[in-house]
């Protein structure tokens, strides 16, 4: 079966009740795709980011559809981040609507500012304990501070675990968790129609960054620190297996070859891990002096991001038994298996 243009999978959607809302946010990844489903209830999938702008915009989009906010029934959450989450609040208040989102994102909702403080913390130590400089860590705090009033919590309603489904009046959605970009990426199957409402998990135009996060159910100390990247692929390999002819995406077009998308992620993938290999040569080195030699600069403006990149690679280096990493006061080197420094 050949693949279908964006613009027929859009209207396909369409067909089946389900709308494109794409919303502004201040970010770089640019507008961020809400989406209507026509059914009962009458269900929002994601808000836009926390903004005025958003809502004006949000407001604009229900009212071609001849809907308003106080008519949604159910707001439904992919994941945790902000723009994704912003408006769920003020929405959620403004419809008497229920919120559903995974059981594990549900205490994260539940007490937003106290996991935003956390998952802040959480970044600091990891980027202080791979060699990030002080000065760089402590601007890149502020900045998600300042960032932080774009997202919102809200208490989730209808806990959903992974594996159930959630039964609309004309269609079943079953919920998959597919954690890798966040820890809680959750996709929407609609099997009879064959469309996955994806969220960031699969993005046709960028690669969802898998981005090293605090874990939902806690941060136990002693604990190893989480594989994003390799959940990432996991979460990728499962999707490769479902029978999607489209998958609406959180940002940008609709995919509708998400197995050749998937292959080209995945190869490129490896190809990232033998470039860092190489760069890592014969001397260990910190994963901020890698994504330095990787990406110059954009590894000081953009710290985090491009940590959480070469750390990724580096653990499937490192399970593929390539790369080891030691400790020495509290700050942890890379070296390739076999090097003899
Ligand atoms: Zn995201």
Redesign the pocket.
């Known amino acids: 079966m050949d693949a279908l243009d964006p613009q027929t999978a859009l209207a396909e959607a369409a067909d089946a009740g389900i709308h494109c809302m794409p919303i502004p946010t201040p970010f770089l990844v640019g507008r961020v795709n809400c989406w209507l489903i026509e059914d009962d209830p009458l269900t929002l999938v994601d808000t836009g980011p926390n903004s005025g702008k958003a809502l004006d915009e949000l407001e604009r989009a229900l009212a071609v559809h001849g809907r308003a906010v106080e008519d949604l029934e159910l707001i439904v959450i992919t994941?945790q981040?902000i723009?994704?989450i912003g408006l769920v609040d003020v929405l959620a208040r403004r419809s008497g609507a229920e919120v559903a989102a995974l059981d594990l994102l549900a205490p994260y909702l539940g007490d937003y500012r106290r996991a935003a403080e956390l998952d802040d913390e959480f970044a600091v130590a990891l980027m202080l304990r791979h060699g990030i400089p002080a000065e760089v860590v402590h601007a890149l705090r502020a900045v998600s501070a300042a960032f932080r009033g774009w997202g919102s919590g809200t208490t989730v309603t209808r806990p959903l675990a992974a594996g159930a489904r959630l039964a609309l009046r004309d269609r079943g959605l079953d919920v998959l968790h597919r954690p890798g970009?966040?820890p809680s990426d959750t996709v929407f199957w609609d099997e009879r129609r064959g469309i996955l409402l994806g969220?960031?998990h699969l993005i046709a135009h960028i690669s969802s960054n898998p981005l090293v996060a605090r874990p939902l159910d806690g941060d136990a100390p002693g604990q190893r620190r989480p594989q994003a990247l390799r959940t990432y692929v996991a979460s990728l390999r499962a999707t490769r297996e479902l029978p999607a002819g489209i998958v609406l995406a959180?940002h940008g077009e609709p995919v509708t070859d998400h197995r050749a998308l998937i292959d080209e992620r995945l190869a490129t993938t490896d190809r990232r891990a033998a470039k860092i290999l190489r760069l890592l040569g014969d001397e260990p080195a910190t994963a901020y002096e890698l994504a330095q030699r990787m990406w110059g600069n954009v590894a000081v403006t953009q710290a985090f991001l491009t940590l959480s990149e070469v750390l990724g690679h580096l653990d499937l280096l490192e399970a593929e038994g390539r790369v080891e990493e030691r400790e020495q006061d509290g700050i942890v080197r890379f070296r390739a298996v076999g090097s003899h420094s």
């Open positions: 994941h981040h723009d994704h970009h966040s969220g960031d959180g």
